[in-house]
């Protein structure tokens, strides 16, 4: 339960939920349009698998992105989104 009294804060939630059902229907009819299977909330699950890394040893500092599997690739390419670098 969200237990807002400040109007500001009331209208600041709604928002939030409004932005989210927008992307979620958006990233449902790309994957549709795609031929796709995968609804939203699975998409998103494969995706969240993608991890980024940092690792500062002395003074030098590696960054690293997991590497992408063929279904989340295939997401990205059906999101009409860039892979990440």
């Known amino acids: 339960p969200v237990h807002h009294?400040?109007?500001d804060r009331i209208r600041a939630h709604a928002m939030i939920c409004f932005l989210a059902l927008i992307l979620y229907r958006?990233?449902?009819?790309r994957l549709k349009a795609k031929g796709q299977s995968a609804s939203p909330r699975t998409a998103l699950d494969?995706?969240?698998r993608i991890q980024r890394h940092?690792?500062?040893?002395?003074?030098?500092?590696?960054t690293g992105t997991s590497r992408s599997q063929p279904e989340q690739l295939n997401l990205f390419e059906a999101l009409n989104i860039p892979k990440p670098a």
Do not use: D, N, S, W
């Open 5 to 7: 009294r400040l109007p």
């Open 26 to 29: 958006v990233m449902r009819m």
């Open 46 to 48: 494969l995706l969240a």
């Open 54 to 62: 940092t690792t500062h040893i002395g003074t030098k500092t590696f």
